[in-house]
């Protein structure tokens, strides 16, 4: 038994290649930064699911506006794709946003504030034991 599946090797290097090619040969001047932070590919290798970050953007406008220049892109990535890569069929692209990053900042500070609080609370309630010993003297 193979311990990697060709259509995981096929994902990663589409991302790897995908990333360095959205960087530097796409030129539209509405595209963000755009990480590419995953890949995925059907068994038969006809489509490639792309997903990607926004550096910053959190707007949903935004965030549909980069999707659609990608989109509008992705033949002339495809085709860069085929030069670079040696594949029968290359896959046809879709691209995702990718929300783990953003939900993650996002638990990562629901986080933060629960610990916050807590702190704060235990503060208090060691303040308020000293004083209660102080009275019963």
Partial sequence: MREFKRTDR?????????????QREVKDPR???VTVSGATVS???????IYVTLLGEQDPERIKENLQVLKRA??????????RIKLRHVPELRFHFDESVVRGQHLSSLIDEAVSSD????AEDEGGSEE???ETR
């Fill in 31 to 33: 595209l963000g930064m």
């Fill in 10 to 22: 096929v994902a990663d290097q589409l991302q790897k290649e995908l990333a360095v090619l959205i």
């Fill in 132 to 134: 209660q010993g102080e």
């Fill in 119 to 122: 702190r704060a609370r235990q």
């Fill in 43 to 49: 068994r038969d290798l006809g489509y490639a699911d």
């Fill in 74 to 83: 992705a033949g002339f990535l495809r085709s860069q794709i085929a030069q």
